[in-house]
């Protein structure tokens, strides 16, 4: 079984519209979760962290639900702008797993 | 933040042969770590890059294959040796600026490989 698992889309979404997907990981004594963003052809680059609280920044909010092992990313009033793969992140023992990523298209 | 180059950002290579990326951080960084991903796959940890000791390696990657060296703690390069087809891929320089919690962790630009 894969450390993390995602569910690869894609998501084809118009502009405007809510998207959202979940993760899975499977070491339930990871320590810290993560969103990366990577566009097509670039490095990922850290979107947020995610916190057992839920966290919003802007139009993006995370959850964390440690006892099912599974994280959540919602993007609302979606952006063309807002179109890569999103990737989620687990991080343990100074090392990030990273899962295959989903991929998110906003059409006009 | 810290500001990561890797050289060279893309390259051909001949089967058979090896090619040695470097990495160059604007400021010193305790760790550094070599990724892989392949088309269409995820980010796969090749190994941790120790200043002044062996690299540590992730299980799948060897040191005769993936060789790594870490000078000081702003550099490090990593050598793809005996290159075959299946070694096209991306290879991503990453540090982590900060005490290790993994929101401080940042990565270059990536050097593509294409293995002929």
């Known amino acids: 079984r894969k450390e993390v698992e995602q569910d690869p889309g894609p998501f084809n979404v118009p502009e405007g519209a809510t998207v959202a997907f979940n993760c899975t990981y499977s070491?339930?004594?990871?320590?810290?979760f993560f969103w990366y963003r990577q566009d097509c052809r670039k490095e990922p680059k850290l979107l947020m962290s995610v916190y057992s609280s839920g966290n919003e920044d802007g139009r993006f909010t995370a959850q964390l639900n440690r006892a099912s092992q599974y994280i959540s990313l919602l993007i609302r009033d979606s952006k063309l702008s807002d179109s890569a793969t999103y990737l989620c992140v687990v991080h343990n023992d100074y090392k990030l797993s990273f899962g295959a990523g989903t991929t998110v298209t906003v059409r006009a | 933040s810290a500001v990561i180059s890797q050289k060279p950002s893309r390259d051909i290579c001949q089967r058979g042969t090896s090619l040695t990326i470097q990495c160059q951080v604007d400021?010193?960084?305790?760790?550094m770590f070599w990724y892989r991903q392949q088309p269409g796959q995820s980010l796969t940890l090749i190994a941790t890059?120790?200043?002044?000791?062996?690299?540590?390696?992730e299980s799948g990657f060897v040191i005769d294959k993936f060789p790594i060296s870490r000078p000081n703690l702003t550099f490090s390069t990593l050598t793809v040796s005996n290159m075959s087809p299946e070694d096209s891929s991306i290879y991503l320089c990453?540090?982590?600026?900060?005490?290790?919690?993994?929101?401080?962790?940042?990565f270059g630009e990536g050097s593509w490989l294409t293995v002929v």
């Open positions: 400021s010193q960084v305790t760790m």
């Open positions: 070491n339930s004594a990871s320590q810290s």
């Open positions: 990453s540090v982590d600026s900060g005490g290790g919690s993994g929101n401080t962790i940042y």
């Open positions: 890059a120790n200043q002044g000791s062996e690299a540590t390696y």
